[in-house]
């Protein structure tokens, strides 16, 4: 997401009284983990939505196979998750 992108969603966020709370990206032939590279950036001090949760999508012969959620945890460092299970799956 480029600089421009995020800062037109938080301002469509804000205009409406709301803010980001969730973010997600895939892993094409890859479980719904988050990474070492996955943490390292969402750890940046200008990573521009630090209280969001992290969805990773695991994708694997063009179907979805997983989702996992992550959060920060609160002064302590580090992420926490697990698997999220669709409805109907």
């Excluded at 070492?36 to 630090?50: R, T, V, Y």
Aim: charged content about 25%; glycine content about 12%.
């Amino acid at each position: 997401m480029s600089e421009v992108d995020y800062l037109e969603v938080v301002r469509q966020a804000e205009s409406a009284g709301r803010f980001v709370t969730g973010i997600y990206h895939s892993h094409v032939d890859a479980e719904a983990y988050f990474s070492e590279l996955d943490q390292d950036f969402a750890s940046q001090p200008l990573f521009p939505f630090p209280g969001a949760a992290h969805f990773v999508v695991s994708i694997v012969d063009r179907e979805i196979r997983g989702v996992g959620a992550f959060r920060r945890l609160q002064g302590q460092g580090g992420f926490e998750g697990r698997a999220v299970r669709a409805e109907g799956r």
